[in-house]
C-alpha cells in the first residue's frame, strides 16, 4: 500500500496517525532492534509526528510571519536569513569567537554559495542595512558591519519574537522549560553530530 500524502498524514489525529501501518514501515522493529523500550518507542513516534509539523511551520515561514507582522518594515526570507548570518558572525554565536563577517563566513553560515551569498549581502547594504569595510589584516578583502538600521531592526525582531515566545511558554512550569531546554539541546547536538558522522 502506499504511502498517504504527508499533507494527509499531518491532518490526521496523532493517535490515528501513530497506528497507521503505512506510516509506521517497519520503524518500530527497527527502533526495538536498536534496543529502545516499547515506551519509548511511542514517543520517537510521536515526536516525528511533532517535528513533522515544526518543520512544516518552519519551511511555510509562519513563525517568521508571525514574528513580522507588527514591524514597520519586513525583509523577504534570503534577506533576513543573511542579516541573521551576519549577526550570528559579529556575535560570535556557534563559534568560537565573535568575527568581522566575510561573504565566505555568511556563506557558511546560510549553506549557500558564496556567488549566492554575495548578492543578499549586496541587496542588504543597497538597503542600507550593511556596509562593506576594509579588512585591517588584508586590504584586498572587506568585511560587512551592521548599520544603525539594521541594528534597530534586528532589535525590534527579537522583541516580536519573544512576545510570540511568551505565548508559547506560557503556563509552563521552571522545571519544564529548564527541561525542554536541556533536551532539545541534547537532542540538536546529537543531530548534529549525526549528520557529520560518515
Known amino acids: ?7 494527509e498524514v499531518s491532518k490526521k489525529p ?3 496517525v501513530l ?7 517497519g520503524v518500530p522493529d527497527l527502533l526495538a532492534a ?11 513516534l510521536a515526536l516525528d509526528i511533532a517535528l513533522f509539523k515544526w518543520r512544516r511551520m518552519a519551511e511555510k515561514g509562519e513563525f517568521k510571519g508571525k514574528v513580522l507582522k507588527d514591524m514597520p518594515e519586513t525583509l523577504e526570507p534570503a534577506l533576513l536569513q543573511g542579516l541573521f548570518s551576519v549577526a550570528q558572525i559579529s556575535a560570535g554565536l556557534g563559534r568560537e569567537k565573535a568575527e568581522l563577517p566575510t561573504i565566505g563566513m555568511v556563506a557558511e553560515v546560510m549553506a549557500v554559495d558564496p556567488s549566492r551569498a554575495s548578492r543578499v549581502t549586496s541587496e542588504l547594504v543597497s538597503r542600507g542595512y550593511l ?8 586590504a584586498r578583502k572587506s568585511v560587512l ?10 532589535a525590534g ?5 519573544w512576545r510570540v515566545l511568551t505565548q508559547v511558554f506560557d503556563g509552563w512550569s521552571e522545571e519544564d522549560v ?4 536541556r533536551l532539545f539541546t541534547k537532542y540538536a547536538s546529537g543531530l548534529s553530530a549525526a549528520l557529520a558522522s560518515d
Open 1 to 7: 500500500m502506499p504511502n498517504p500524502p504527508l499533507d
Open 14 to 16: 496523532e493517535a490515528d
Open 19 to 25: 497506528g497507521d501501518p503505512r506510516i509506521r514501515a
Open 34 to 44: 536498536q534496543g529502545f523500550s516499547a515506551g519509548s518507542i511511542e514517543a520517537l
Open 131 to 138: 556596509e562593506r569595510r576594509p579588512s585591517q589584516e588584508d
Open 145 to 154: 558591519a551592521m548599520t544603525p538600521m539594521a541594528r534597530k531592526f534586528m
Open 157 to 161: 525582531f527579537t522583541l516580536s519574537k
Open 178 to 181: 529548564v527541561a525542554f531546554n
